[in-house]
């Protein structure tokens, strides 16, 4: 590395960081336990946690699959399916939020139908969870997407041929080779649904313990009450460094 | 192709051109406003009308105010409600005294063709879907006053940062009615059936507007003026706006 790429190695760290330090700075420290297990903040954090939990359940039981046929798809099937797959994950989460709602919603594509039956997704938990997912689900799916192309299927292919029937090469090699992928994949996930807020807004409302989710409130008390607000970001702040430092751990190459 | 990319660098070459000659003739003393984001419409078609050159930065309230404190460059600030306005003046950021130069009502708003048959804020509501704004901020705080004159407990499936959310929820058809602004509400359009509410009048929104203090006071009170002369008014009144 020349040593002139320490310089914008400097200007490019700063710029990341100072704008976490400066929140850091202006927290109320002193009055953050008060602030922190108020009512509204702790069923907030609740309703947050409870959601990304089953977005990424719902991210893993319907990403795995995706990224195993995609990873077995060669040429314009390939491109076409990873793009479709990649484009709710760089969408403006405003747009998001619109697409859900012209679909999902009452009158939305799908949603009059599911309306004629008498159910209604728009202000429910389920449509936080809906926002998670959609938003979410493509960082599983390109990771692991990425990892089961890389594995050349040796191992797999040495299990069927033992005898291993095409699911247990699924469980038992497959998938444990995929496991680096999988965890971070999946922790990626977790933290895209837990910052979800335009998706949210937009489609499924705010109301206190069904809707309303940590960065939604965040955005409601910074109205009112900065400190608060300040506050319940560090929250987020810190579960996002959990969730990256756990995803980090499993990502190590395996020392030999 | 380095045909192409010839002519593409003159047209650039050309707008940038023409962009810094707009930027320099537009260097004249013309106000920057600062104001409360429902005054979007109105103040731009008064700029245009009076064919002045405004320099508007629209957002929330309060927001605006924060930026006021921290040294934003402005000549006028127009807040959507009387505690932002005083905020501003306890914050030294005002110039002289504020003037009220509008009103704005609550009005119940439904979807075209009041599917759910909302007939007020009474029993109709039970069990439609009701949208209103979060009691945190103002129109919240607007709305939960109306709820104790009228008498009602209002039981909403969701509770909105911005009256523009709670607007959006209704004209999507996502929910059965939702509590606005009267001017929300005559933006709208045909999108939404407006119900008024009786007892609104008592809760009436101000509007003021303010000098800010290190603006230019001349153009300052040019934009005051014209937003408080009879054709700044009608046309505020046009936009749904209750008089000063």
Known sequence: ?256 | MNHYVRRAAAVLLAATLIGAAACSAGEEAHPVVFAAASLTNPFADLAENAEVNVDYSFGGSNGLVDQLVGGAPADVFASANTATMDRAVEEGVTAGEPVRFATNLLVLVTPAGNPAGITGLDESLDGAKLVICAPEVPCGAATAALAETVGITLEPVSEESAVTDVLGKVTSGEADAGLVYATDAAGAGEDVETLEIPESSQHVNEYWIVAVKGGDADSASSFIELVTAAAGQELLADFGFGPA
């Open chain 1, 1 to 256: 590395m020349p040593r002139w790429t320490w310089l914008p190695f400097a200007l490019g760290l700063t710029f990341l960081v100072v704008p976490l330090a400066g929140m850091l700075a202006r927290v109320p420290w002193a009055e953050l336990p008060a602030l922190l297990v108020s009512h509204e903040a702790v069923e907030a954090l609740g309703l947050s946690l409870l959601t990304c939990v089953v977005a990424t359940a719902v991210s893993l039981v319907l990403g795995v699959p995706l990224a195993l046929a995609m990873s077995r798809m060669t040429g314009r099937t390939a491109v076409v399916v990873r793009t479709l797959v990649t484009i709710p994950m760089v969408l403006p989460p405003v747009v998001a939020g619109l697409a859900l709602l012209s679909t999902l919603g009452r009158r939305g594509l799908v949603g009059q139908h599911l309306s004629a039956w008498g159910i209604e997704i728009g202000f429910t938990t389920v449509a936080v969870v809906c926002a998670q997912v959609f938003v979410a689900m493509p960082f599983l799916v390109i990771a692991l997407e990425g990892a089961l192309r890389a594995d050349s299927g040796d191992y797999g292919t040495v299990a069927a041929n033992l005898g291993a029937s095409p699911t247990r090469v699924l469980w038992r090699v497959t998938l444990p080779m995929s496991m680096p992928a999988l965890v971070s994949g999946a922790a990626l996930t977790f933290a895209r649904a837990l910052g979800e807020f335009g998706a949210t807004l937009t489609f499924a409302g705010s109301l206190a313990g069904t809707t309303r989710t940590l960065p939604l409130l965040v955005y409601l008390t910074r109205e009112q009450d900065t400190d608060l607000a300040l506050a319940l970001a560090l929250v987020l702040v810190l579960v996002a460094l959990v969730v990256v430092a756990v995803s980090a751990r499993f990502n190590r190459p395996v020392s030999t």
